[in-house]
């Protein structure tokens, strides 16, 4: 078996990479204190994959009364950013790409002094900000032939804190058929618990739509027998403004529940912002 | 921690169809068929393997087993000079004036040289296909289609062999949907060197395949005839002269008869007073002499005699040395005409038999082969430099050197990058396809690390190779020998 990875990337960044995590880490400050940063981060990661599988039946169950007692730092973090949503059908898995880059920002922080730092595991991205340090993110909407499709720009001001973006096409598995569904939140945890949620309700039944049981793609898929999506042809106008009008419902229950910040939708061209102001989002489409 | 490039031990069996991954903590179970949770290893009838390394070409010393059972890979054999990374697998960068994924330095007698490696988009890109045959495939502009769907067209014919035009962006993109991704996956398995069956409007069905013989209408073409009847009568006429009177070269398309042909008449041979059946063409030309089948020279004729309509006795003599062959050398036998001007067959002659070898010898293999082309003119080229006419001029002058996966290309003369090549010399599996659709082509450009600063290249993100491969997963391959390598001092 292999054990965790690290690597430097050009442009003085981190990689590490254990089993199905890949992260990218990059850290701006003091070359002192980012070299600190990206030995006690390094250290820290070798024991996340190992104790986050020690508690995998746990976390793979469907989330409900009463709250699951996990030991992992990372656990919890996945159960607590789930916990909100368990009304509708979730497992605290949702969340983990979110939770461990949450994890991994704390260890990259503890004891430093750094301007600007983010941790990015796999597309969800735990994010540290201070006064005039601002980071901006690009999105696209197809994982396979990346257009940049929007960026936001985010600031120490912002409570924004975490970016996580869900879609069928990506490497977890959907019950639903959006493009890309991203998300902000003050964690990259809650940001990817959110995003998964909002990416399964944009959808719409339509033949051009094909769905398989999730055990059938994946053997040891958390979501059992239910249908995911596996292929979707070109639909017509009105059924991708249909999905995106119930996504974007989702959303903005959310929204207004306070767990999100914006969410920006996007499926086979038409595009949807949920937002309090969307002066956060400039869409270069 | 260790080496990235760790290769699992061992794959234990749970059931006959589900396998337990232990390449990583996640313990995966992974069934026929699916990939585990990190996407990189995958259930392949049972075993566990790894999903679309980098593809790194080495020469010299063998390639080095990837996953080989119970061996992790060290990564120590490799050594710039001798080690090419190839687009394969390299993926490319959004957007596009982000350095390419890999920009890579190796050292040759003392002069740095760089490789900028990355994975092209190809919407503007389609495949030329040469099938070896004279049969008819179709007329030219005729629609070639796959599940109904056309994919390309017959395209001018070249000497022995049929030519197909398929793809483009037309058909890709211009059409509708299934159009389009009909084409593309036609694409992929042809530039992958797969086969796909064809139909051609008004026309045959053919099966073609990169480097085998084509299956026209559900008959395999094994190999090309030397030249038409006429065109074998033209090459070895003077090779006969003295040893043979009359030479007949049977054949589904011209038929040759030696000393009517203009090449007879030249070596003053006396006429032999044989007249073939079917349609004079010119002189010692004969259309259709046969029907097409499987007997001598793609006729449905087994005794060669049965073309002879007649044997003029005012012209003819007893003694007179005949030979007839078919247009492969395949069918060959020699004849004396007796004191009745009547074809006793006897055996060959050792000049005759000789010539008759070279007919043998000169028929090729029949092969389909395929050649992409497409335009790597575009945006791909700010991952390269800063300035991409540059880039353009730099291949231009032979200062870049462009591979595909380490196959080497002809570039176009003209504006843009558009090039041309062999599928056959590039590593298997080298194309991919997004849902665009469009192709995807590994392409790598090289050169001294001087030209790549003056060309305005990503000169600060240029590493050495050896870090290049500590970084990322990869499988190592042996060099393919025909190809140059393309790392010049």
């Given amino acids: ?285 | 921690m260790r080496d990235p490039e760790d290769a699992p031990e061992s794959a234990e069996p749970i059931t006959g169809e589900v396998i337990r991954c232990d390449a990583c903590p996640v313990l995966c179970r992974i069934r026929q068929g699916q990939s585990g949770a990190c996407d990189r290893y995958a259930n392949e009838d049972g075993k566990l393997v790894r999903l679309d390394p980098l593809l790194v070409l080495q020469r010299g010393s063998p390639a080095v087993p990837f996953l080989e059972a119970g061996k992790p890979w060290a990564g120590n054999l490799i050594s710039g000079a001798d080690t090419f990374i190839t687009g394969i697998g390299a993926t490319t960068t959004y957007p596009d004036y982000k350095p390419a994924p890999f920009i890579v330095s190796s050292k040759l007698g003392g002069v740095d040289v760089v490789t900028v490696v990355t994975e092209g988009i190809f919407s503007y890109c389609g495949l030329k296909v040469k099938i070896d045959t004279d049969r008819f495939l179709g007329p030219e502009l005729a629609a070639v289609r796959v599940d109904g769907e056309q994919i390309g067209h017959v395209t001018t014919a070249e000497y022995g062999s049929q030519m197909l035009s398929l793809g483009g962006v037309r058909h890709l993109t211009g059409g509708s949907k299934k159009e389009g991704n009909v084409t593309c996956d036609a694409m992929l398995r042809l530039a992958n060197k797969q086969a796909v069956e064809v139909k051609i409007d008004d026309g045959a069905s053919v099966v073609v395949q990169a480097g085998v013989a084509p299956v026209v209408n559900g008959e395999r073409e094994e190999r090309m005839r030397v030249g038409c009847g006429s065109a074998t009568i033209g090459i070895f006429a003077k090779q006969w002269h003295g040893h043979a009177d009359e030479v007949i070269v049977v054949d589904d398309h011209i038929t040759g008869v030696l000393t009517e042909h203009q090449a007879g008449r030249f070596l003053d041979m006396p006429a032999a007073g044989i007249r073939v059946r079917g349609r004079r063409s010119t002189p010692g030309r004969y259309f259709k002499v046969a029907d097409p089948g499987l007997g001598w020279g793609g006729t449905d004729i087994t005794d060669p005699l049965s073309i002879i309509e007649k044997i003029d006795p005012r012209k003819a003599w007893p003694g007179m040395r005949l030979l007839m062959v078919s247009t492969t050398g395949e069918d060959a036998e020699w004849f004396v005409l007796d004191e009745n001007l009547v074809p006793v067959k006897q055996s060959m002659p050792g000049p005759i038999r000789t010539v008759v070898d070279r007919i043998v010898e000169n028929c090729e293999p029949a092969l389909c082969t395929v050649l992409f082309m497409g335009g790597a003119g575009g945006s791909l080229r700010a991952g390269v430099t800063e300035n991409p006419v540059r880039l353009t001029r730099s291949v231009k002058d032979l200062i870049t050197r462009v591979t595909c996966g380490g196959a080497p290309v002809y570039v176009w003369p003209g504006g843009g990058i558009t090039l041309m090549v062999d599928v056959l010399r590039m590593p298997d599996r080298s194309f991919g396809y997004v849902p665009t659709p469009a192709l995807v082509l590994p392409i790598e450009f090289t050169m001294t690390l001087d030209a790549y600063a003056e060309m305005g290249g990503h000169v600060d993100r240029v590493v050495p190779i050896a870090q290049a491969l500590r970084h990322s997963r990869f499988k190592a391959e042996a060099w393919r020998g025909e190809n140059a390598w393309p790392v010049q001092e």
């Fill in chain 1, 1 to 285: 078996m292999s054990g965790a990875a690290r690597a430097m990337l050009p442009g003085n960044r981190l990689h590490l990479q254990h089993g199905p995590i890949d992260l990218v880490i990059e850290a701006w400050g003091q070359p002192q204190e980012v070299a600190l940063a990206y030995e006690q981060a390094s250290q820290r990661f070798e024991d996340i994959l190992p104790t986050l599988v020690s508690e995998f039946a746990l976390l793979r169950a469907p989330l409900g009364d009463p709250y699951p007692l996990a030991r992992g730092p990372v656990a919890r973090r996945m159960i607590s950013a789930c916990w909100p949503h368990r009304a509708v059908f979730i497992t605290p898995m949702a969340a983990v790409a979110g939770a461990v880059a949450d994890e991994m920002l704390a260890a990259l922080l503890a004891g430093r002094s750094l301007a600007k730092a983010y941790v990015n595991d796999g597309g969800d991205i735990a994010l540290h900000l201070s006064d005039g340090h601002p980071l901006q993110a690009g999105i696209a909407n197809d994982p396979q032939r990346p257009q940049l499709a929007a960026d936001v720009r985010i600031d120490a001001a912002s409570p924004v804190r975490g970016i996580a973006t869900s879609g069928w096409r990506g490497r977890s598995q959907s019950l639903g058929i959006a493009d890309a569904v991203t998300v902000l939140a003050r964690s990259a945890a809650a940001a990817d618990a959110a995003a998964t949620l909002v990416a399964n309700a944009v959808d719409v039944e339509h033949p051009s739509i094909r769905r398989l049981p999730a055990r059938d793609v994946k053997h040891d898929s958390d979501l059992g027998e239910r249908l995911v999506t596996v292929a979707v042809e070109e639909l017509p106008a009105q059924a991708i403004a249909s999905a995106l009008s119930s996504g974007s419902a989702a959303a903005a229950t959310m929204l207004d529940a306070g767990w999100i910040e914006a969410a920006y939708l996007s499926l086979q061209g038409q595009t949807r912002v949920v937002a309090r102001t969307t002066h956060e989002w400039r869409l270069s489409a």
